[in-house]
């Protein structure tokens, strides 16, 4: 087995295991495997566990590395936890309660139901960069709260959002001269003290049906705002997720699910080696 493909509210990863498969993330190799027309097919991989891996000792976490579909390598991946936390439950017998390790720092996961895969993620602190500031983006000007989750993200809370505003203003936002690292992108529409809607532009993966990290630093600036409450259910295109936020503690809770595994063809295999 080379590969499993996992989705979680349909923002599709790879796991690669480098237990079973050699596989080298540079760049190339990974923007080929995401390709959908010449590869596999995917928003991103999730290579790991990296280093040690020993569901008996599960004070250890596990380390992975988190990869954008333009071969970009990123701190942090919401969803992404959530799939390799079912990966390693499910390959590997780990117990329902361990620890995940990315460059972002540690990340407590727990899987609440294996069957349905429900998957909870401490996603540690938001810790807000820009509140409610002026931004001038796709010539128009906005009001953007940034928040770093980890990973960095800029929320725009709007009165109507779209799938056409979200592929229009997140490049021209996450891509701003201003923000070197550049930025996954939220337009916001609150519907509630207890629920948003959402649409995404993710950083290297471009316009997703979903987005963990996003739904933890949307509900984040939204509350810091003062337009939800500490419980916030966030509805994307793909589905929703649970955010809680306790003495700025982010608890995400949602879905993800196992969707194939597979061998890479030999000269797919060759492919993938030679870039
Ligand atoms: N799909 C991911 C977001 C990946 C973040 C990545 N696009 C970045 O460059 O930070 C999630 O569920 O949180």
């Known amino acids: 087995m080379d590969f499993v493909k996992y ?18 993330p540079t760049p ?13 097919g995917a928003d991103g991989v999730l290579l790991g566990p990296i ?14 590395r988190i990869f954008n579909s ?21 390959h590997y017998r780990y117990p329902a309660r361990f620890a995940l390790r990315t460059i972002a720092g540690t990340a407590p996961v727990g899987v ?7 998957v909870e993620v401490g996603m540690g602190k938001a810790r807000l960069t820009a509140v409610d500031e002026a931004f001038t983006a796709g010539g128009r000007e906005l009001r953007v ?23 229009e203003l997140g490049p021209a936002i996450g891509r701003h001269p201003s923000l070197p ?10 519907l509630g003290r207890g629920a948003i809607e959402i649409e995404i532009w993710e950083r290297g993966a471009g316009y997703t049906l979903a987005s963990g990290s996003s739904g933890c630093a949307a509900a984040a600036a939204v509350r810091t705002l003062g337009l939800v409450g500490d419980t916030v259910e966030v509805r994307m295109p793909g589905g929703a997720i649970e955010i809680r936020i306790e003495d700025d503690e982010i608890t995400m809770t949602g879905t993800a699910r196992p969707v194939a595994s ?7 295999r060759a492919a993938l080696d030679g870039c």
């Open 181 to 190: 690292e550049g930025s996954n992108v939220q337009l916001v529409r609150v």
């Open 70 to 90: 333009d071969g970009s390598e990123c701190e942090k991946s919401g969803n992404g936890l959530r799939m390799f936390a079912l990966y390693l439950t499910e």
């Open 262 to 268: 597979g061998r890479f063809a030999p000269a797919f």
């Open 112 to 118: 609440l139901d294996p069957i349905a895969g429900v």
């Open 145 to 167: 709260t940034r928040v770093d989750v980890g990973n960095p993200h800029a929320v725009v809370p709007l009165a109507e959002i779209s799938p056409e505003l979200a592929r």
């Open 7 to 24: 989705q979680a509210l349909g923002n599709d990863y790879l796991v690669v295991d480098p237990r079973l498969t050699g596989f080298e």
């Open 51 to 64: 280093g040690p891996c020993d569901p008996g000792a599960v004070q250890d976490p596990v380390r992975l």
């Open 28 to 40: 190339e190799a990974v923007r080929l495997l995401c390709d959908r027309h010449f590869g596999v």
